[in-house]
């Protein structure tokens, strides 16, 4: 089955810094997402993208995050300035056009601000 | 507001145990409805998903779960674990009349299955 991947597997950073969390999705999907997992808790819905654009985002999507897909086949999530409460695992994902489609999940990236 | 809400926050069961983790969601419209399950370090997987038709869908590995629209509820059962079906277990839904697809995902269910 194909597969979209996330690197990397597991990121540090210190607060106040910049990361780039990224994504291969998978070839001909054209809807992508990021959520996330902070520790014990539930899978949120970050951000969808289609067509170039966000065509989605949650409340948790603030300024402070941004997402690019900026060359046809890699799919960024940045965050400008992280704070510990953006430790978490990120998940990014692909579909098919149809709505009818299930999501395919990467492994994730463990995202831990110091 | 959508939601979806898991009741079993961890479940440890024998092997051959019967499983069953309950769902409920909250949402005006028509839904499509999924299992997810994670093994330990690795990615979401789909178990089985529900969009129309017969309320009682099969999935992957001998799970099933069944869609009761009156209580929206959408349990998983399995009639007997096994030590490998331990994982965390996450129902989601998404509505049909969405553009964007997106997930939203219950709390999850730790499954702990004894040898």
């Known amino acids: 089955e194909p597969e979209v991947t996330q690197t990397p597997s597991h990121q540090v950073t210190q607060m106040g810094q910049e990361v780039i969390l990224r994504c291969v999705p998978i070839?001909?999907?054209?809807?992508f997402y990021w959520y996330r997992q902070i520790l014990g808790q539930k899978v949120e819905f970050l951000v969808s993208?289609?067509?170039?654009?966000?065509?989605?985002k949650s409340e948790i999507f603030d300024d402070q995050f941004s997402v690019e897909r900026p060359d046809g086949s890699n799919f960024t999530l940045k965050i400008r300035s992280t704070k510990l409460e953006d430790s978490a695992m990120y998940f990014c994902?692909?579909?098919?056009?149809?709505?009818?489609?299930?999501?395919?999940f990467g492994s994730g990236t463990q995202l831990s601000v110091l | 507001a959508q939601s979806v809400s898991q009741h079993n926050h961890h479940v440890i069961l024998s092997e051959a145990a019967s499983l069953e983790l309950g769902c409920n969601y909250s949402?005006?419209?028509?839904?499509?409805l999924f299992w997810y399950v994670q093994y330990p370090g690795q990615h979401l997987q789909l178990l089985l998903k529900?969009?129309?038709?017969?309320?009682l869908v099969k999935g992957i590995k001998g799970f099933e779960a069944e869609f009761i629209k009156s209580k929206f509820s959408f349990n998983l059962r399995k009639p007997s674990v096994q030590w490998s079906d331990t994982a965390e277990y996450f129902c989601?839904?998404?509505?049909?009349?969405?553009?964007?697809?997106?997930?939203?995902f219950g709390q999850g269910t730790t499954l702990q299955v004894k040898p």
């Open positions: 994902a692909s579909r098919r056009p149809s709505s009818n489609e299930k999501l395919f």
């Open positions: 070839s001909n999907h054209l809807y």
């Open positions: 993208f289609y067509n170039n654009e966000i065509s989605e």
């Open positions: 949402y005006g419209g028509t839904v499509n």
């Open positions: 529900y969009f129309s038709g017969d309320p």
């Open positions: 989601a839904v998404n509505s049909i009349s969405s553009n964007t697809g997106k997930l939203i």
